[in-house]
């Protein structure tokens, strides 16, 4: 096992890493570091092929403690290592030259706790806007020093290079929402790509330390809009996992099957926006079609179309009603049928195969290093599914199949996609004969969770969402950091954009199908 | 922020030609968050907002004339905004479509830091559709208002006798 020889090398540098029980908090392995052993310890882990999941920043006001989550395809078993810092001068060496994912969490660390990185090659803003004073997300409110508020706002021609560089967005069509990139161009090639963020930062990290615990549940919703569910059934699960509440299995295998349909009505409608990029028009009207079918399914069980608050903390706000059974079966036989249409139209089409077909390449190692996870992993020839690696909710009793393909291109992503639409509805009849009866939440109630720290992780439609919260044992998180999919993902696009032509470029930041809001948080 | 009006009123043939602008907007491609999903959705087969003469989304400012703010508006977005709107073709018409654009909506909490509370703070709007967030008839019933708005009679279900 790679995370026993892992363990070993580590004892051997003096990183003394304690056993913690998985059910309880949701990461396997948690120990403290110290500041010059950081460096030392995570090129032990970049050696067994770990990648990294994020990196979280908790201000406990007497020091910050930085917290490196890092998880393996193959032998998945979370690491969490802590290292705590000054708040007077929080100083850490960074880990970007190994991981360069990890460089983006640091630049967001950066941003919202003030905690300089030593040697991180460009530690600019990335969400905030320039009339921000305070470090947002420090208990004790600290000024934010001028120079250090560097805020990218525009780019000069490099009138010594033959190269110059495009703006694009935060308007534009095919950033799909509010993103902005500067892009450095050498004639048709893109040769470097710098991002600016933020543009739909909504505060989410800190409107869940300003909320109780049910208060803020409605908001993560509207993190992913677009597949809202896997976002609430990871704060349930969290908070389950931190009061320690059973959940009922009846309970479990509804909110299996809304997953599902809130999986494939998410990758309609990238099928569609992502077409729509390329040039035709014609998917997008039948992709929203049966997208259509879907929310009115869900809206029949939820009452909303769009930002669902069906989860509750240890079990659902309702029951299935009569018709909610029946409505999915023959949506699954018409879907069935439908994926006929979408593969007559779209897969063997000759301008899409060109546009996509060996375009965009991402393989194993890039997507290590940052961190990528979801369909567009698995197009790489990665198997790992947060359903099968850690299972929650219904995926406990009912194993989903894995869409898997070599290649790692544009066509790759959107075969992966498709394939996981049929998967996803043949596990929804088989969750449907095996739907038990019984109850449909707990009868346990709790005024407020226990202290401690929890971890927790679902597969969104874009990969894998996590979620840590520290508790205090008030009714208001004491922090609570979500882990992106999108934003693991786009932060590839820097690296696997470059030297490719734009348009190219284009079809490739939609190939990764990002959603804004969910980025920026 | 002043707000001019017409300055020339040419009596019947602005009449006219206001009944060609309500029954032609042109919308702008400005999906801000969850709001474009539902605008998007309205202009899908199902809802069609083409039945209302409002279908060619034009990415750029300049070939619209009829902008649907459909998400936040935070600091960061809020200038970009404004320019975008000074570079529509006058005149041109705002619809705050959500309770976001209206007054912030659920991100509105004390100690807030990076949102705008109501898209009417940087530009006007006309018509407000609320809703999180609204459905695709709430958009459709908001263009309804618009055009009753341009030309003072209200278009459906039941046109009302004028003269």
Not at chain 1, 94 to 104: A, K, L, V
Not at chain 1, 486 to 510: H, P, Q, R, W, Y
Not at chain 2, 5 to 16: A, Q, S, T
Request: aromatic letters at 12%.
């Amino acid at each position: 096992m790679v995370s026993a020889k892992l363990l070993k090398d580590l004892q051997e540098m003096g990183v003394e890493l304690q056993e913690v029980p998985y059910e309880k908090k949701g990461y396997c392995f948690d120990g403290q570091l110290e500041k010059d052993k950081l460096l030392q310890a995570v090129e032990a882990f970049d050696h067994y092929g770990y990648f990294i999941e994020d990196i979280v920043c908790v201000d406990y006001v007497e020091n910050l403690e930085l917290i490196y989550h890092f998880n393996h395809w193959e032998d998945p078993k979370r690491f969490s290592l802590r290292l705590r810092v000054n708040p007077e001068d929080p100083e850490v060496p960074s880990i970007s030259p190994i991981y360069p994912g990890g460089g983006w969490h640091e630049r967001e660390i950066h941003e919202f706790f003030g905690v300089s990185f030593k040697g991180h090659p460009n530690l600019s803003f990335l969400f905030l806007h320039p009339e921000i004073e305070y470090y947002p997300l420090r208990k004790i409110p600290v000024r934010i020093p001028e120079e250090k508020k560097k805020i990218l706002q525009g780019k000069m021609p490099d009138l010594e290079e033959e190269a110059f560089w495009i703006n694009m967005g935060p308007q534009h069509p095919s950033t799909h929402g509010v993103l902005r990139l500067f892009i450095k161009m050498r004639g048709e090639f893109v040769e470097e790509i710098e991002p600016v963020l933020g543009y739909m930062h909504r505060m989410q990290e800190k409107m869940a330390e300003m909320k109780s615990y049910m208060q803020y549940y409605p908001n993560t919703a509207r993190l992913d809009y677009v597949g809202p569910l896997a976002f609430s059934m990871c704060y349930c699960g969290a908070m389950e996992r931190l009061c320690e509440i059973e959940v009922p299995e009846r309970a479990e295998m509804i909110r299996l099957i809304t997953l599902e349909l809130n999986r494939i009505a998410s990758h309609l409608l990238w099928l569609g926006t992502y077409l729509l990029d390329l040039g035709a028009a014609t998917p997008y009207f039948f992709a929203f079609q049966d997208r259509e079918a879907i929310l009115d399914i869900l809206e029949g069980l939820t009452g909303s179309r769009l930002t669902y608050c069906y989860y509750r903390i240890g079990g659902l706000c309702e029951d299935l009603n009569d018709s909610f059974l029946k409505k999915v079966e023959e949506f699954i036989h018409r879907m069935k049928k439908n994926l006929k249409i979408y593969d007559d139209l779209v897969t063997g089409n000759a301008i899409f195969v060109a546009r996509t077909k060996g375009i965009g390449l991402i393989d194993k190692e890039v997507a290590r290093r940052f961190g990528l996870t979801g369909p567009n992993l698995r197009a790489s020839g990665v198997a790992y599914d947060v359903r099968v690696s850690e299972p929650y909710a219904g995926y406990k009793f009912l194993r989903p199949k894995i869409a898997l393909l070599e290649g790692g291109f544009c066509y790759e992503r959107y075969l992966v996609r498709i394939k996981e639409i049929e998967n996803s509805l043949n596990l929804l009849e088989e969750a449907l004969k095996r739907l038990p009866d019984g109850p449909f939440r707990t009868e346990k109630k709790i005024k407020k969770p226990p202290v401690g720290d929890v971890y927790f992780a679902t597969e969104s439609p874009r990969g894998q969402v996590g979620i840590y919260i520290v508790s205090d044992g008030s009714e208001k998180p004491y922090r609570l950091k979500w882990r992106s999919p999108s934003f693991c993902n786009f932060i590839s696009f820097t690296e696997i954009g470059k030297g490719m032509l734009i348009a190219d470029a284009v079809a490739t930041l939609g190939s990764l199908d990002l959603v804004v809001p969910e980025m920026d948080r | 922020m002043e707000v001019y009006g017409p300055r020339i009123k040419i009596g019947l043939l602005e009449e006219f030609l206001n009944l060609a602008r309500a029954n032609s907007l042109w919308p702008m491609t400005f999906g801000l968050a969850c709001c474009a999903i539902e605008m998007m959705a309205t202009t899908a087969a199902r809802f069609d907002l083409a039945r209302f003469g409002a279908e060619v989304f034009r990415p750029s400012p300049r070939q619209c004339d009829f902008m649907i703010v459909s998400g936040t508006i935070t600091k960061k977005i809020a200038p970009v905004l404004k320019t975008l709107y000074d570079q529509m073709a006058s005149p041109k018409w705002v619809l705050a479509y959500g309770n976001c654009a209206i007054s912030g909506g659920p991100f509105v909490f004390e100690g807030q830091y990076n949102v705008i509370e109501g898209v009417d703070k940087v530009i006007p709007v006309d018509v407000y559709v609320p809703g999180c967030p609204p459905r695709p008839e709430a958009l459709i019933e908001g263009l309804l208002k618009l055009q009753e708005k341009l030309t003072g009679v209200r278009r459906f279900p039941i046109p009302e006798r004028r003269w």
